[in-house]
């Protein structure tokens, strides 16, 4: 196998598909394109092993795209390839390719011949170029390009957005079948919150949308199902977005749509255009971080809480949409007990998930610079998690770690509803962490808990540390197993069940729902 040009991706799972490298593959001349090939692992698989496919493919030149979550992956790749075949052209590129004049000692920085910072369609077209042909030949083809081929850090001017192939057809009938469909309809984002990089990409730019609703009709066509919107903020152009829901709308009962919006601005020709959708149709992610007005103030942010609240419940209350909305521990400023009452105010709007973060050290973005200045302590490797604020001690962050844990397995996930709702409906955060403690002492572990573990630990807590008669609590939790794939009743609730208990008449009686997607699993519990 003799492939000149390979592209490399390490994903955080299968499902998941890499839409840097089909944009960039779609974008290579049509000769350069014929000689490239994309591969993609996840983190589960080896990078030594990783290396060895790519030299199995007798590579010229090798790219990298590189994310916070696969950069121990793609260090170790790295230094494989360079250690064992230097004379491969090895490249970089991604949002964790930022500052990397200050990073140069680090094993994928170092290795690297070129790290490419920005969008790098045009600087990864003209690069291969310049490999396979001859610097010549790039400068040619890409002037704009000509100054910085050469140079160890090429930073990428933005590239015409009418002038870029849109990089659909490189989907694949495996990536529709089984993996998340990633498309964007534009670029950057209106806002400057601290700690996140699309805080300087400035301005919004976006692709025409004839262009893309006649590729979307093709993914369509093909079968594709599920859309997620890469867009930082849709409802940033409100024309824009009825009009991507009206393209939509004749498919509203066969399709799945993710879309980022902020909660502050939803007029109410937005509100009508969205409830014409079906329960399970649109998920809409809500990046809310924080109810604390000065903590926002620190990070960037806006804030007018009793108004984002209110559009969440409205939203919630006047369309079948799925709320995913964010919170982000540890951001400067904010306590404990400030971050448990903003939890509370957002729980009670109403929205189906709260996805607890921690906040991370993005090199490059605004709040990266700050660190110091605010007192923030960050892990050194990656993630680069918040270990310690000046409001927020170690002990704390830690705990709510596992809380966060916990609430996406039990909560979001909508494995146990009704027993977490039963057990903490009132002072929900408090009572939630003396769970989570509870649990992590008796099992020392945060994953990798089977669910019949977690209906033992679940009865045990409920008949020793909550006010639940095991009849009570076994009735309560057999609801809840039997929600999922589950035919059988496990041993330590079978002695505190009634006599005519009945297995299919309890899954009748809780609308059980088998095999669905995470967010339609709540419809069983609204």
Same mark, same amino acid.
């Given at each position: 196998?003799?492939?000149?040009i390979v592209l490399v991706a390490c994903n955080a799972r299968y499902s998941h598909s890499a839409f840097a490298l089909k944009t960039l593959r779609a974008n290579l001349p049509t000769d350069l394109r014929a000689q490239c090939?994309?591969?993609?692992?996840?983190?589960?698989?080896?990078?030594?092993?990783?290396?060895?496919?790519?030299?199995?493919?007798?590579?010229?030149?090798?790219?990298?795209?590189?994310?916070?979550?696969?950069?121990?992956?793609?260090?170790?790749?790295?230094?494989?390839?360079?250690?064992?075949?230097?004379?491969?052209?090895?490249?970089?590129?991604?949002?964790?390719?930022?500052?990397?004049?200050?990073?140069?000692?680090?094993?994928?920085?170092?290795?690297?011949?070129?790290?490419?910072?920005?969008?790098?369609?045009?600087?990864?077209?003209?690069?291969?170029?310049?490999?396979?042909?001859?610097?010549?030949?790039?400068?040619?083809?890409?002037?704009?390009?000509?100054?910085?081929?050469?140079?160890?850090?090429?930073?990428?001017?933005?590239?015409?957005?009418?002038?870029?192939?849109?990089?659909?057809?490189?989907?694949?009938?495996?990536?529709?079948?089984?993996?998340?469909?990633?498309?964007?309809?534009?670029?950057?984002?209106?806002?400057?919150?601290?700690?996140?990089?699309?805080?300087?990409?400035?301005?919004?730019?976006?692709?025409?949308?004839?262009?893309?609703?006649?590729?979307?009709? =093709?993914?369509?066509?093909?079968?594709?199902r599920s859309f997620k919107f890469l867009d930082r903020t849709l409802n940033a152009s409100l024309q824009r977005a009825l009009k991507i829901l009206e393209f939509f709308a004749p498919y509203r009962d066969r399709v799945a749509?993710?879309?980022?919006?902020?909660?502050?601005?939803?007029?109410?020709?937005?509100?009508?255009?969205?409830?014409?959708?079906?329960?399970?149709?649109?998920?809409?992610?809500?990046?809310?971080?924080?109810?604390?007005?000065?903590?926002?103030?620190?990070?960037?942010?806006?804030?007018?809480?009793?108004?984002?609240?209110?559009?969440?419940? =409205?939203?919630?209350?006047?369309?079948?949409?799925?709320?995913?909305?964010?919170?982000?521990?540890?951001?400067?400023?904010?306590?404990?007990?400030?971050?448990?009452?903003?939890?509370?105010?957002?729980?009670?709007?109403?929205?189906?998930?709260?996805?607890?973060?921690?906040?991370?050290?993005?090199?490059?973005?605004?709040?990266?610079?700050?660190?110091?200045?605010?007192?923030?302590?960050?892990?050194?490797?990656?993630?680069?998690?918040?270990?310690?604020?000046?409001?927020?001690?170690?002990?704390?962050?830690?705990?709510?770690?596992?809380?966060?844990?916990?609430?996406?397995?039990?909560?979001?996930?909508?494995?146990?509803?009704?027993?977490?709702?039963?057990?903490?409906?009132?002072?929900?955060?408090?009572?939630?962490?003396?769970?989570?403690?509870?649990?992590?002492?008796?099992?020392?572990?945060?994953?990798?808990?089977?669910?019949?573990?977690?209906?033992?630990?679940?009865?045990?807590?409920?008949?020793?540390?909550?006010?639940?008669?095991?009849?009570?609590?076994?009735?309560?939790?057999?609801?809840?197993?039997?929600?999922?794939? =589950?035919?059988?009743?496990?041993?330590?609730?079978?002695?505190?069940?009634?006599?005519?208990?009945?297995?299919?008449?309890?899954?009748?009686?809780?609308?059980?729902?088998?095999?669905?997607?995470?967010?339609?699993?709540?419809?069983?519990?609204?």
């Open positions: 196998m003799n492939t000149p090939a994309t591969v993609e692992w996840t983190l589960q698989n080896d990078p030594v092993e990783a290396a060895y496919d790519i030299l199995a493919r007798s590579p010229r030149i090798v790219g990298l795209s590189v994310y916070l979550w696969s950069l121990p992956f793609m260090r170790t790749l790295a230094e494989t390839l360079k250690s064992t075949h230097p004379e491969i052209v090895l490249f970089a590129g991604g949002p964790e390719i930022a500052r990397p004049e200050r990073r140069l000692g680090d094993p994928l920085f170092a290795c690297a011949d070129v790290l490419i910072v920005g969008e790098g369609e045009r600087a990864v077209a003209a690069l291969c170029r310049s490999v396979i042909d001859s610097q010549d030949a790039a400068k040619r083809e890409f002037p704009e390009l000509a100054p910085l081929l050469g140079q160890k850090v090429l930073v990428a001017p933005k590239p015409d957005m009418a002038a870029l192939a849109l990089p659909y057809d490189e989907y694949t009938d495996e990536d529709l079948a089984h993996r998340i469909l990633y498309v964007e309809t534009g670029r950057g984002c209106p806002y400057r919150c601290a700690f996140c990089l699309s805080s300087s990409d400035k301005p919004l730019r976006y692709f025409d949308l004839d262009r893309l609703f006649a590729a979307f009709q =093709k993914l369509l066509d093909r079968g594709a749509l993710h879309f980022e919006m902020v909660p502050h601005e939803i007029p109410d020709a937005l509100l009508d255009a969205m409830a014409q959708f079906p329960p399970g149709a649109i998920q809409i992610e809500f990046g809310v971080q924080t109810l604390t007005p000065h903590v926002a103030q620190n990070i960037a942010r806006q804030l007018d809480a009793e108004r984002l609240l209110h559009n969440l419940h =409205k939203l919630r209350t006047h369309t079948h949409v799925h709320i995913h909305a964010d919170l982000i521990a540890g951001l400067p400023g904010e306590s404990f007990d400030e971050f448990a009452r903003g939890f509370e105010r957002l729980r009670t709007s109403g929205v189906q998930e709260i996805q607890l973060g921690i906040l991370k050290r993005l090199k490059g973005s605004p709040l990266d610079d700050q660190a110091e200045r605010w007192g923030l302590v960050f892990a050194s490797e990656p993630p680069y998690e918040i270990l310690q604020t000046p409001t927020m001690s170690f002990v704390e962050l830690t705990r709510f770690k596992r809380f966060a844990r916990f609430y996406d397995t039990l909560v979001n996930n909508a494995n146990f509803p009704l027993t977490i709702e039963a057990l903490c409906h009132d002072d929900f955060f408090a009572r939630f962490m003396h769970l989570t403690q509870w649990i992590y002492a008796h099992t020392l572990a945060t994953q990798g808990i089977s669910q019949t573990r977690w209906v033992a630990l679940l009865f045990e807590y409920m008949t020793t540390e909550a006010p639940f008669s095991p009849q009570d609590a076994a009735l309560l939790i057999i609801r809840d197993y039997l929600r999922s794939r =589950k035919e059988d009743i496990p041993p330590c609730l079978k002695p505190h069940l009634p006599a005519d208990f009945s297995i299919s008449a309890c899954k009748r009686a809780s609308h059980a729902n088998v095999g669905r997607l995470r967010q339609e699993k709540h419809l069983d519990v609204e």
